[in-house]
T-cell receptor, first 114, second 114 residues
Framework: SAVISQKPSRDICQRGTSLTIQCQVDSQVTMMFWYRQQPGQSLTLIATANQGSEATYESGFVIDKFPISRPNLTFSTLTVSNMSPEDSSIYLC???????????FGPGTRLLVL | GENVEQHPSTLSVQEGDSAVIKCTYSDSASNYFPWYKQELGKRPQLIIDIRSNVGEKKDQRIAVTLNKTAKHFSLHITETQPEDSAVYFCAARFSGGSNYKLTFGKGTLLTVNP
């Protein structure tokens, strides 16, 4: 399976600021996704990162709050904007290799907003 | 949209016993069902998956069964070991549209007691 890295692995941020999380894959992948996992909870899909076009957001998530970029087939960023303590969570990217529907997860970014 | 229910939310077994986790899905068009294992502080790891054209799949001590008529699928772990202790998530992929997004169950915390 692909090797997936995320930066930063964790961060503590002040409310009102923004944080950009990077997801890098060591091979080209068709699909890239961003999830949020709140403590003790399941995985909630934020959006599908589309290469060369705007991301597809799930209900309850908007572009102004979670802008996403995907400039190529190996890289994507998620920005958490104007953060509040409710944004404290783990943010994970996942990837689906070419021609496959299986998803593999990155190591996650632990975010704490004070 | 797709809805996935997972039971039980917690499961405690003695080492060597079997463990069974069950999931039901709402959309009869769903065609791909992966299972993930998430150890504390780590990323979800794919452990087994099954497609709708198969009724059962086995990989060593792990097996998954699918009943399309009843719209449910189950994870079976035999001869459990303490290292099987983790949170297990089931998921389902709706086959409509061009994306591969997954809907996750709420998770099952499995504890294997030595």
């Amino acid at each position: 399976s692909a090797v997936i890295s995320q930066k930063p692995s964790r961060d503590i941020c002040q409310r009102g600021t923004s944080l950009t999380i990077q997801c890098q894959v060591d091979s080209q992948v068709t699909m890239m996704f961003w999830y949020r996992q709140q403590p003790g909870q399941s995985l909630t899909l934020i959006a599908t990162a589309n290469q060369g076009s705007e991301a597809t957001y799930e209900s309850g998530f908007v572009i102004d709050k979670f802008p996403i970029s995907r400039p190529n087939l190996t890289f994507s960023t998620l920005t958490v904007s104007n953060m509040s303590p409710e944004d404290s969570s783990i943010y994970l990217c996942s990837v689906g290799p070419r021609g496959g529907e299986t998803q593999y997860f990155g190591p996650g970014t632990r975010l704490l907003v004070l | 949209g797709e809805n996935v229910e997972q039971h039980p939310s917690t499961l405690s077994v003695q080492e060597g016993d079997s463990a069974v986790i069950k999931c039901t899905y709402s959309d009869s068009a769903s065609n791909y069902f992966p299972w993930y294992k998430q150890e504390l502080g780590k990323r979800p790891q794919l452990i087994i998956d099954i497609r709708s054209n198969v009724g059962e799949k086995k990989d060593q001590r792990i097996a998954v069964t699918l009943n399309k008529t009843a719209k449910h699928f189950s994870l079976h772990i035999t001869e459990t070991q303490p290292e099987d202790s983790a949170v297990y998530f089931c998921a389902a992929r709706f086959s409509g549209g061009s994306n591969y997004k997954l809907t996750f169950g709420k998770g099952t915390l499995l504890t294997v007691n030595p």
